[in-house]
Structure formats: C-alpha cells, structure tokens
C-alpha cells in the first residue's frame, strides 16, 4: 500500500513539473474528490480561483445512481482587465474504483477470505469523466469592444482521491485529476480575427477537509492554462 502511494505521489510531482502549453484553462477547478454522491444526494459549492484568470463560481452536483454523479458549473472571470465575463460548464463522472466497497468483501471468518479481501482492496477511489465548458471574454474602451475572445472545451479526466481520518475523527483527502481536452479558441481585435483549436493537458491536485457532517473545504493547485489557487467549500443541500 505505502509503495502504491508513494508511485501516485511520484507521479503526481512529475507531472506538475511538466510544462504545459498555454492554454484558456479551466476557471472551475476540480474542487472534488473521488467519491460518487450516492443516487439522490446533492451539494452545492462556492469556489475562488485566484490564478491567471480570476473567478467566482458556484457548482451543482446531483448523484444520479450509486456511483454517477453529474455536476452544473456558473462562473463569473475578470481576465486581463476585461469586463466580467460569464462561463458555463458542466461534467457527469462515474466512479470506477471504491476503496470502501472494496474493503467491504466476504469471507472474513477465515484467513484465507482475509487474504482475498486484501488482495481485491483498491488503492484509492477512482472516477472517470466527460466535461464541457464555455467561456467569453469582452474588452471594452468606452462603448466599443476592442478585444474578444470565446473558449470552448471538451473533454475527459481521471480523479482519484484516498481519505484518512485525523486523531480528531475529521476525515481529510488529498486528491488529483488528470485531464485532457478538445480547446478551440475563437479571438478578435483591431486586427481581425483569429482561431486557434488544440489538444491540451492540465493537471489539479489538492485536498478536502471535512469541516462539519455537511460541509468540506478545498484548496488545490491547477498547473494548465488557468494556472493558480482556488479554494473553496462544499454543503450537503439534500
């Protein structure tokens, strides 16, 4: 288990030193981890990205079945001194690995269940997903628009997290996503226009702290387009 960790820890470190071409990047984040809602639960979230694009957002999560969870994205961005711009996205996850159900095989009455219960227990929780996100910027001089400029992406991720519960019973969870997305990029100014689509890369990592029953914080770093800190809190709504 601690040589698993310890690899994904590697990884993790090698990927963020990776350079990563510019790129619009995400003004969400992730601020999430691993572990599906469950069918019928919903949070809401309120998150501060504070990186090369400030934004203000508010997210929407929905659990749709035992392990498909689809979440609603509304952000407000200031890029560059721009007017506020608005950005809409949104993404459906499904998780593939639990180390809860894992743990939670037959046979535990003899050593050989044991054994076979150990050897099936996942590492970490994994979630696989597809995401959508629009975003429009407007720069303006007086009442005239000098520069434009709108992102559309799509694409996958993968998200793994592991929770540890601290001395105090408060569970924490450091977590990671690795994405990879469709980006085309549509900008005008004085000079015309232009466009741009690319295949881009990003990578999150960061860590939830269970605050309360019902509300967790986050803080994480994203090493993309959109480089920065967003911190965040998320609440049990029903």
């Known amino acids: 288990m601690k040589k698993i960790m310890l690899t994904v820890a590697m990884l993790a470190l090698a990927l963020s030193a ?18 599906a809602l469950g069918q019928g639960n919903a949070n809401g979230a309120i998150t501060l990205g504070l990186a090369d694009i400030t934004s203000f957002v508010g997210t929407f999560d929905y659990g749709m079945s035992k392990f498909t969870t689809v979440r609603m994205k509304l952000g407000f961005a200031d890029a560059n001194n721009s007017d506020m711009a608005i950005s809409l996205g949104g993404e459906i996850r499904w998780q593939v690995w639990s180390v809860a159900n894992s743990m939670a095989g037959k046979g535990n009455k003899n050593r050989k269940g044991n054994l076979t219960r150990k050897a099936n227990q996942k590492p970490f929780d994994l979630s696989i997903g597809v995401m959508t996100e629009y975003l429009s910027i407007d720069k303006k001089a007086a009442t005239l628009v000098t520069y434009s400029t709108s992102i559309f992406q799509f694409g996958g991720f993968l998200l793994g997290s592991h929770s540890f519960v601290t001395n105090g019973g408060k569970m924490i ?40 029953n019902t509300m967790n914080i986050y803080g994480e770093f994203q090493m993309d387009g959109n480089n920065g800190l967003f911190i965040g809190v998320d609440f049990k709504v029903m």
Do not use: L, M, W
């Open 18 to 35: 990776q350079p990563v071409a510019a790129a619009g990047g995400s003004v969400f984040g992730t601020q999430s981890t691993a572990v």
């Open 173 to 212: 969870t450091p977590y990671g996503r690795f994405s990879v997305r469709y980006e085309d990029t549509n900008s005008e100014d004085i000079n015309g226009k232009f466009s741009n689509s690319d295949i881009e890369i990003g990578f999150n990592t960061g860590v939830s702290y269970q605050f309360t």
